[in-house]
C-alpha cells in the first residue's frame, strides 16, 4: 500500500492533496492511503465537516524502504523525519525542487500554479477519469484558499480555470461566498494557544550555500492569514513569547511570523528580536517599530518572503 501524504502543519491544500491523489492512484490501479502529518488547522476541519470526509489518519512510523508519494512539499525539513530513509516513487507539488533524492527513478508532476489541487485536476483530465463530487469540493477548497480566492500572486490561468471547472460538480454556486466561509473558519482562532498559531502554517527553511555548510542557517516562517488581524495582534505578546521559544527549541537562527489580511491583501510580520530586525531590513527595507515590521502587499510567503530571503543570505554567503 503506497502511502501519501503532504508537509508538516497541513494546510487545506495538503490534506485535500493526500486524499484525493490517494484515490486517483488506486482508481488507476495503484492501491493508496492518504495520511497526515499534523493536526488539521480550522479553515481544513471545516471543508472536512462540510464535506462530512473524515480527516486521513496520522502517519505511522514507516520502515526504511517504504513507498511513498509526497504532495504539496518535497523539501525535507518539511516532512517525514526519516524521509531518507523512504522510498519516494511519486511527487505532485507546485514549490520550488529542494533537496529531494530518490532511490530510484520517480513520477514527478511540478507546475508553476497556485495550488496542488489544479494540478491534480490536471491528472484527472490526462487520464480520462471523470471528477467526483467530493474530490471536486476538495480541490476547489485548496485552490481557494491557497490562491486566496485569487488574490495571492502564485495565483494563475490555470487556478481560474480549474475553478470554474470544479465548481459546478462540486455544487458550488457562489464560489465568492463559499472562499468567505472558509477564510471565517481559518479567522475564528477563539482561546487557541500562540504555539498551535504560530504552528498552524508554518516551515523552516535553510537559508544560504549549500556548499558552504557553515553559511547556512535555518529560518522558521509562520503564516496567519486572517479577516480579523487585530485579533493575532491583541495577542502580540504571548505570539512572540511562543516564537523565543520555538526558536530555543528547534535551534533556529530566526523566526518570522506573517499576519496576512486576507481581505485587504496586506502583511505585517511580528519581529522576534534584533536578529531578525536587522534581516527585515536589510532584506526587505523595511524598518521595524514595536517588533512589527509592515511588508505591505507581501502576502505570498512562497513566491514573495522566500524568495527575497533565499537570495538575501546568498549574497551574503
Not at 484525493?20 to 488507476?28: D, E, I, K, N, P
Not at 511519486?90 to 533524492?101: E, P, Q
Amino acid at each position: 500500500m503506497l502511502a501519501v501524504f503532504g508537509h508538516l502543519n497541513p494546510d487545506t491544500d495538503a490534506i485535500s492533496a493526500a486524499l484525493v491523489y490517494a484515490r486517483l492512484l488506486t482508481r488507476q490501479g495503484t492501491e493508496a492511503q492518504a495520511y497526515r502529518l499534523g493536526e488539521l488547522n480550522f479553515e481544513t476541519a471545516f471543508v472536512l465537516r462540510e464535506l462530512g470526509v473524515e480527516a486521513p489518519p496520522l502517519l505511522p512510523q514507516l520502515a526504511p524502504g517504504s513507498k511513498v508519494a509526497l504532495v504539496d512539499h518535497n523539501e525535507s525539513a518539511q516532512s517525514v523525519a526519516n524521509l531518507s530513509e523512504l522510498d519516494v516513487t511519486r511527487v505532485v507539488d507546485h514549490h520550488k525542487l529542494g533537496d529531494l533524492t530518490t532511490s530510484q527513478p520517480a513520477y514527478l508532476r511540478f507546475e508553476p500554479v497556485g495550488c496542488t489541487g489544479t494540478l491534480l485536476l490536471k491528472l484527472h483530465l490526462e487520464a480520462h477519469l471523470s471528477v467526483e463530487v467530493m474530490d471536486a469540493k476538495l480541490m476547489l477548497s485548496a485552490i481557494l484558499s491557497d490562491t486566496l480566492h485569487f488574490r495571492s500572486p502564485t495565483t494563475t490561468q490555470a487556478d481560474r480555470e480549474a475553478v470554474a471547472f470544479l465548481a459546478p460538480i462540486a455544487g458550488v454556486t457562489d464560489v465568492e461566498a463559499y472562499a468567505l466561509a472558509m477564510f471565517a473558519a481559518k479567522s475564528d482562532l477563539g482561546d487557541t494557544p500562540a504555539e498551535t498559531l504560530l504552528r498552524m502554517d508554518y516551515k523552516v527553511f535553510p537559508f544560504g550555500d549549500p556548499a558552504q555548510p557553515q553559511t547556512v542557517e535555518r529560518w522558521g516562517l509562520g503564516v496567519i492569514e486572517t479577516t480579523n488581524p487585530a485579533y493575532v495582534f491583541g495577542r502580540q505578546a504571548e505570539l512572540l513569547a511562543a516564537m523565543d521559544q520555538v526558536k530555543a527549541a528547534d535551534g533556529l537562527n530566526g523566526v518570522l511570523l506573517s499576519v496576512v489580511d486576507i481581505l485587504n491583501e496586506s502583511n505585517r510580520t511580528l519581529v522576534l528580536s534584533a536578529t531578525e530586525e536587522k534581516i527585515m531590513q536589510e532584506a526587505f527595507g523595511v524598518p521595524t517599530v514595536g517588533q512589527v515590521a509592515d511588508l505591505g502587499a507581501r502576502i505570498s510567503r512562497k513566491k514573495q518572503v522566500v524568495p527575497t530571503l533565499e537570495a538575501y543570505f546568498a549574497a551574503r554567503a
